[in-house]
T-cell receptor, first 115, second 108 residues
């Protein structure tokens, strides 16, 4: 049973560039959430996708956008990269959106460095 | 006020001792509570979930929830060097909110 997968593992970009990160959820899961984790901090919620729509969004600017495909996989896009966007980007998948007992499982993450 | 606050640590305990981790949260409507373990350079790994007041035990781990006090804790009994990691408390009402984590070091 494949867990949550993410690609790429590492990425180096320069300020102003755009980046796309990818995530495939755990088998049987239909919701995907994205988090940003800066060094020494806990993960911060970016947004969640369910049924190909953004359902919830954290306190992130519009430079952060996403997409969910019919096979439940998801992309995170970040435009106009800033130095402060350097972080570990985590994808988490879960079961039925809104269930109290829904548990999110994290992928290995993508380490983004902006120079 | 931060949504989720954890004791700042780092916490150093001898092998075989009990490690006690604490977490408070601000949203009284929170319904789901989780503890994740994160090794350096790795992603968070779920170790416990708790939804009702009281204690929940799983092996050497015990989670405690007190919704009236808006307090969640994690006890690690018989601590092992492999338990050395950062422990993240996460709370959810509509979205999952994390604390900054407490780093635990188990010394042999």
């Amino acid at each position: 049973d494949a867990g949550v997968t993410q690609s790429p593992t590492h990425l180096i970009k320069t300020r102003g560039q755009q980046v796309t990160l990818r995530c495939s959820p755990k088998s049987g899961h239909d919701t995907v959430s994205w988090y940003q984790q800066a060094l020494g901090q806990g993960p911060q919620f970016i947004f969640q996708y369910y049924e190909e729509e953004e359902r919830q969004r954290g306190n992130f600017p519009d430079r952060f956008s996403g997409h969910q495909f019919p096979n439940y996989s998801s992309e995170l896009n970040v435009n106009a990269l800033l130095l402060g966007d350097s972080a570990l980007y985590l994808c988490a998948s879960g079961g039925t959106s809104g269930s109290r007992t829904d548990t999110q499982y994290f992928g290995p993450g993508t380490r983004l460095t902006v120079l | 006020q931060k949504e989720v606050e954890q004791n700042s640590g780092p916490l150093s305990v001898p092998e075989g001792a009990i490690a006690s981790l604490n977490c408070t949260y601000s949203d009284r409507g929170s319904q789901s509570f989780f503890w994740y373990r994160q090794y350096s350079g790795k992603s968070p790994e779920l170790i416990m979930s708790i939804y009702s007041n009281g204690d929940k035990e799983d092996g050497r781990f015990t989670a405690q929830l007190n919704k009236a006090s808006q307090y969640v804790s994690l006890l690690i009994r018989d601590s092992q060097p492999s338990d050395s990691a950062t422990y993240l408390c996460a709370v959810r009402r509509y979205k999952l909110s994390f604390g900054a984590g407490t780093t635990v070091t188990v010394r042999a």
